[in-house]
């Protein structure tokens, strides 16, 4: 069993891996000769599953294992790995490949620098926990710039036999009222974010808590362009909209049925009630998430990106985070959210 590759987009390996990290510990992490995907599937809150084009991240690709497809199942700890990857910010190279010491399975990041830093002892720990390993070259011609500098961090994982991962498999939604393209991620988090603070303020000073799952906030779409935030408490009524947004059109090739197919879609049906103004009530999909993990979901807008929302009605939100390789002819890499309704 092999994995080797170099790192040449660490800067959204590292927030895509942030991103994940925010919503749980352990990924689970798919290795094949295609892409590259990365689960999380926390006891609580929501799910992501992401399907990274190899060539949006990595390059020189080795993968080598006796299952079908060449296909490496790990379990990763995620804040190990962002720390580690954070660590190679400033790196001129960086490669990741898999190997074992001691007998533990490891993913090792080596880590080339063209700067000097203080030399860190031969399997210390550096203040991330991390284990970190550094070998400085000699330069006999050159000038002390010209001095590299190699950083190996070593990440320890478990190896998943495919018999232990064949049952996982991704959450069945019907099919969405209300698919919408979300507004500015991060101004969404800000918004939400702020919402979620004034229920918590006003839980507090009522003197009850907020309960184990936080204040829940409510998130509606329609159709004609609209998305609604609201937030309603005993004390306050609060909402947000926007207007204007894109409803992008299906394909009928993607869908049951074809052209029959869309006509009866859901989504079809609710386009031919409200309108664009977003005042009247029919027409809208609403779905009520926690306050926390709908922030901790919004994270992944420091990706940038388009994002698509699918509503199923008092079911689930699935969120479609599109991320557009940066360079020629990389392909194009999806993060799929799945986010639970609570009951009104």
Known sequence: MRFRASITN???????????????????????????????????????????????????????????????????????LQRALKSAQNGTA???????????PLLSLTITTSTMNNPVPHGTQNDTGVEEFREESVDFFGSRQDRETVVTQDVPIRVLAPASVQGIHEPVCREPDVHIVLPNLMQLKSISDRFTRLASSSKSKSGFGAGSSGPKLELSGNMHGCLRLSLSTDAMRIKSLWTGLENPELDPDHVSQGEDGLANHPSTRMKAMGDETGETDEGWATVRVEGKDWGRVLSVGRLGGRVIACFCHDHALILYVFLNGEGPGEGESVLTYYISSYSA
């Not at 960086?94 to 533990?104: E, F, H, P, Y």
């Open 10 to 80: 660490i800067h959204t390996f590292t927030k895509f891996t942030a991103s994940l990290a925010t919503l749980g510990h352990i990924a689970w992490v798919r290795l094949d000769e295609k892409d590259v995907r990365f689960t999380v599937i926390p006891e609580n809150g929501s799910q992501v599953w992401s399907v990274l084009a190899k060539d949006a991240v990595f390059d020189t690709y080795t993968i080598q294992s006796a299952a079908p497809g060449n296909t490496i199942n790990l379990e990763v700890p995620l804040a190990p």
């Open 94 to 104: 960086a490669n990741i490949r898999l190997t074992k010491k001691d007998n533990i």
